[in-house]
């Protein structure tokens, strides 16, 4: 199976899911100043298309974009930090490893930064804790990580965690962190707008006799309540086509698609066994990008192993 060229097509079908919420947020944007001052002269769709031309100033579509614009400036310098919250989580360095288990994940890091030509080696985090999981963050030499849990380096052999540590250097790669966020900045501010406008239209119903207006809250109210499904649905289809590129990246990287299938494999049956405590204040943010996440429907974050497992063989095909 030609892994790349999955990598190549998840591409594609990642830009797709990006300019839709794009598209979803502008359309939120224009039906928002069609609501709230349109032109009573013209109706509802020449109304939207004079907004768009900026014969009149969109003005709540530019403090949407505004309002986007300032959280993805946050999400960039500050959501990596977010990976590490709340766990008992010990930095590695080639400095202060001070077991050979510590100085073989570093050996196997530098190994794969190298074969991934990033030109720097993330950091590398072990998390106190008994479930066999592990992720990446960041997507730069500033901001870039990678943390496994006590849990799997004790589940799993040296070519099994190199898989693992390899499928999270693809996320690096693929800037999988930053694309997340960034998409969560966009669906929460597209759901946070949408339900302020409709709880306002809701209080002043049939107060504008304008019918470009009316229309315009009507559909947003709409909106209101399908938003967060179609958000949801596309955030998760995001996830899960970034998991299975991981998965394309880790092959390629180490040239062994056994390995990657034995640690899913693994990880899976202990999880299967053991149910684990996802209380922590950063467990939120970590879900998405763990390398095991249960569940397996279009509110999921991850495929199935079975999928996986099936896709790294080169019985299916996304």
């Known amino acids: 199976m030609d892994f790349r060229d999955i990598i190549r097509k998840n591409n594609i079908r990642t830009r797709l899911v990006v300019i839709s919420y794009i598209f979803i947020m502008l359309i939120v944007g224009l039906l928002a100043d069609t609501a709230t001052h349109p032109d009573e002269r013209i109706g509802f769709f020449e109304n939207l298309l004079a907004f768009v031309t900026f014969q009149q100033l969109p003005v709540a579509t530019l403090i949407i974009l505004g309002l986007t614009f300032l959280g993805l400036i946050y999400i960039h310098y500050r959501g990596h930090k977010m990976m590490l919250a709340g766990m008992d989580t010990k930095e590695i360095t080639a400095e202060n490893a001070s077991t050979p288990e510590e100085r073989q994940l570093c050996n196997i890091l530098e190994e794969l930064s190298l074969s991934a030509t990033l030109r720097y080696v993330p950091r590398l985090y072990i998390l106190e804790s008994d479930e066999p999981n592990a992720f990446a963050a960041g997507w730069t030499s500033k901001n870039a990580l990678v943390g496994v849990t006590r849990g799997l380096l004790?589940?799993?052999?040296?070519?099994?965690?190199?898989?693992?540590?390899?499928?999270?250097?693809?996320?690096?790669?693929?800037?999988?962190?930053?694309?997340?966020?960034?998409?969560?900045?966009?669906?929460?501010?597209?759901?946070?707008?949408?339900?302020?406008?409709?709880?306002?239209?809701?209080?002043?119903?049939?107060?504008?006799?304008?019918?470009?207006?009316?229309?315009?809250?009507?559909?947003?109210?709409?909106?209101?309540?399908?938003?967060?499904?179609?958000?949801?649905?596309?955030?998760?289809?995001?996830?899960?086509?970034?998991?299975?590129?991981?998965?394309?990246?880790?092959?390629d990287l180490t040239t062994d698609n056994q390995a990657m299938i034995s640690a899913l494999r693994k990880i899976s049956g202990k999880h299967e066994k053991t149910e684990y405590d996802h209380s922590s204040t950063g467990d939120a943010y970590r879900s998405a990008a763990y390398i095991f996440n249960k569940g397996d429907s279009v509110f999921s974050t991850h495929p199935s192993i079975e999928n996986r497992i099936a896709a790294l063989e080169g019985r299916k095909k996304f």
Do not use: C
């Not at 250097?169 to 949408?194: P, Q």
């Open 154 to 251: 004790e589940t799993l052999n040296r070519q099994e965690v190199q898989a693992v540590m390899a499928h999270e250097i693809g996320h690096i790669i693929h800037g999988d962190s930053k694309l997340t966020l960034y998409v969560g900045i966009l669906a929460n501010v597209i759901l946070t707008i949408t339900n302020i406008f409709s709880q306002l239209f809701i209080r002043t119903a049939g107060r504008s006799r304008n019918s470009a207006s009316n229309k315009a809250q009507i559909i947003l109210l709409v909106l209101n309540f399908v938003l967060p499904w179609i958000t949801q649905i596309l955030y998760f289809y995001l996830s899960r086509t970034r998991e299975y590129m991981a998965d394309a990246a880790a092959v």
